[in-house]
Each structure stands twice: as structure tokens, then as C-alpha cells.
């Protein structure tokens, strides 16, 4: 066992090159990330290390990008492909919701299609329009794929490989925010599958639920609140589809309030989505509504307005005060 100090960003380049050592059909496929290693140098040293044939630096295009890597696992690859920046998956949109979500079923299951689309996503960076935004909900909504996203670089080791793994197409979404601050990660066992939500802090007055970049906030708005005598539980996702919601469901049976936080925008979102499912299923065990935290429902800003726009712990906390209120 080796339990190293990493970055995101270094832990998922570690777990793509094991994923391509042990499995020589897995290639990458992207934008500048060949011996640039990536505008996150996420991919950096393994141009050096596979080659050409098996890092491939594609040309601008997410429509060519992804309809390539639909082929490629047609014959028996595992392509992962890089979208550079959250807002540059629209070029690629049809051919991942009308072609790579749907072609396991259109052939009746006797076919896989084994891609991972890797999109850096959410904001916290102080970049310019289309490179900070949170696609996440047009991909979970959509039947074929599953979506999942790391919040800690442990999870991101694993998370990784376990996507490349799967037979089905995923959507793996790194965000931006926490590419660089560095956690433990232990490259001798994973502890959680891939699509299993978990408690990452105990209590007992009130449950925080998110996913990604938002996990580290609710840590920090638990951290004040117990100051101010609140004991609050926080869960993070890891999976937004196929969403595991035993763990979710259990919390909120204990705690019997719910805040559901995410930098996305609120309409028609996975929040929106979980904040249904679990008052229709846990219903008599809450004693507030559930509260959704999110970002403002217009486009992402510019970069000086995004700490005005991206939830922080002032907004968790003040939907704290309104649950606890009841």
C-alpha cells in the first residue's frame, strides 16, 4: 500500500496510466494533450511514455472527437476522450445524447461502447465566457450514459479507472476548482464504487448534500455551523447518474432536513431532481422543506462577478438558518 500527498490533477494522469498500462486498448484522445499535456496538464508525461499512437492530440473539433472514439470503440477500444473546457461540449453534444448514449440499445445490448468523456467543469478559476460552466444535468437527464465526479483526489485515482472500465459510456466530470489542492490517496484499494454516494462528515441536526466542487464548501459551512451549535451531516454524491440515494435517504431519516447545494444553475437541475425524489421517499421524516443552493438561473458571468454567482458557505449556512427554523 501507497498512500501519497496529490493534486486532482496528478491523480488522475496516475490513474490514466495505470488504466493504459494494464489495458493497452485504453488511448486519449484530445485537444493539446499529447506533449503539452493538457491546458490542466492532467495528461502531461504520458505522450512521452505511450506515444503518439496511444495519446492522441486531435484537432479542434468535439463533434470529430467523440464520433472518432464511437468507432474506435466499435473495434474494440476504450477511447478517453478530453473536452478542454466545460463550454466547449456543445460541438459534441449530438453525437454523444443522439448516437453514444443510444447505441447500446439501438443493437440490443450486443454491443458496448466503453467511452469516458473527461470535462473539466464549474468555476472558482477566474476564466473568460464558455470556459467556466456546469453542463452536468443535460448529460444525467439523458438515458445511456452515466455521469459521475470526483470532489477528492482519492476518489479521483479511482474514479477514473473505474470509468474506464465500464462497458458503458461515461461522463466524467473533473471540477476545475479542485484540480490543485492536494489529499491522500491510497492506490491499494478505492473503499467505494464507483456510483455509490457516501457520508464524508457525521451529524445529526441537518444534511448537506452535494457533488464535485461543492463537497469542500459544505464541509467548511459544517465546520462554522457546529461553532454556532448545529451538528450538520454532509454527503457527497460522487455519482449523478445513476444517482445512489440509500445513503441520501438514510441521512435525512436521521437528520430530518435537507439542503441540496450545487454551482449549477437551480432550473431543471439534479438538485431539483433530488430534492424531488427524496420528499417523495422520505416524506414523513422531514421537518422542513427541502432547500436547494445553487447558481443564479442566467449565464455564467464574468470573472469578477463569479464570487457573487458560485455558491459559498454564506449561502449554505443561510439555508441553514431557514431549515433549522422550522
Given at each position: 500500500m501507497t498512500i501519497e500527498s496529490l493534486s486532482m490533477a496528478k491523480a488522475i494522469n496516475l490513474g490514466l496510466r495505470r488504466a493504459m498500462t494494464e489495458n493497452s486498448r485504453v488511448l486519449l484522445m484530445g485537444e493539446d494533450i499529447g506533449p503539452l499535456g493538457g491546458v490542466f496538464r492532467v495528461t502531461e508525461g504520458l505522450h512521452a511514455e505511450f506515444g503518439g499512437d496511444r495519446v492522441l492530440d486531435t484537432p479542434l473539433a468535439e463533434s470529430g472527437i467523440i464520433g472518432t472514439a464511437i468507432g474506435l470503440a466499435m473495434a474494440g477500444y476504450r477511447p478517453v476522450c478530453e473536452i478542454q473546457f466545460d463550454g466547449f461540449i456543445y460541438p459534441g453534444f449530438d453525437q454523444i445524447t443522439s448516437q453514444l448514449a443510444k447505441l447500446t440499445s439501438r443493437h440490443g445490448g450486443s454491443m458496448t461502447f466503453p467511452v469516458v468523456i473527461r470535462v473539466p467543469?464549474?468555476?472558482?478559476?477566474?476564466?473568460?465566457?464558455?470556459?467556466?460552466?456546469?453542463?452536468?444535468?443535460?448529460?444525467?437527464?439523458?438515458?445511456?450514459?452515466?455521469?459521475?465526479?470526483?470532489?477528492?483526489?482519492?476518489?479521483?485515482?479511482?474514479?477514473?479507472?473505474?470509468?474506464?472500465?465500464?462497458?458503458?459510456?461515461?461522463?466524467?466530470?473533473?471540477p476545475k476548482s479542485r484540480y490543485w489542492p492536494k489529499g491522500d490517496v491510497d492506490d491499494a484499494a478505492s473503499g467505494f464504487p464507483l456510483h455509490a454516494s457516501r457520508v464524508v462528515r457525521e451529524g445529526a441536526d441537518i444534511t448537506l448534500l452535494g457533488y464535485g466542487p461543492m463537497v469542500n464548501v459544505l464541509l467548511a459551512a459544517a465546520d462554522i455551523a457546529a461553532q454556532e451549535g448545529t451538528s450538520a451531516e454532509v454527503v457527497d454524491l460522487r455519482s449523478l447518474s445513476p444517482i445512489d440515494y440509500e445513503p441520501v435517504l438514510a441521512s435525512v431519516r436521521k437528520t430530518g432536513r435537507l439542503i441540496v447545494a450545487q454551482e449549477a444553475p437551480g432550473f431543471v437541475s439534479i438538485g431539483s431532481e433530488i430534492a424531488a425524489t427524496v420528499t417523495e421517499r422520505a416524506f414523513y421524516s422531514l421537518e422542513a422543506p427541502v432547500i436547494r443552493v445553487a447558481g443564479f438561473d442566467t449565464p455564467f458571468p464574468p470573472a469578477k462577478l463569479e464570487s457573487a454567482y458560485l455558491p459559498d458557505a454564506d449561502r449554505v449556512l443561510e439555508a441553514v438558518d431557514r431549515a433549522m427554523a422550522y
Open positions: 467543469y464549474g468555476g472558482h478559476i477566474g476564466a473568460v465566457e464558455h470556459h467556466q460552466e456546469s453542463p452536468e444535468a443535460y448529460f444525467a437527464h439523458t438515458a445511456g450514459l452515466r455521469s459521475v465526479t470526483p470532489a477528492t483526489p482519492h476518489d479521483a485515482y479511482w474514479m477514473i479507472q473505474e470509468a474506464i472500465a465500464s462497458n458503458d459510456p461515461v461522463m466524467f466530470f473533473e
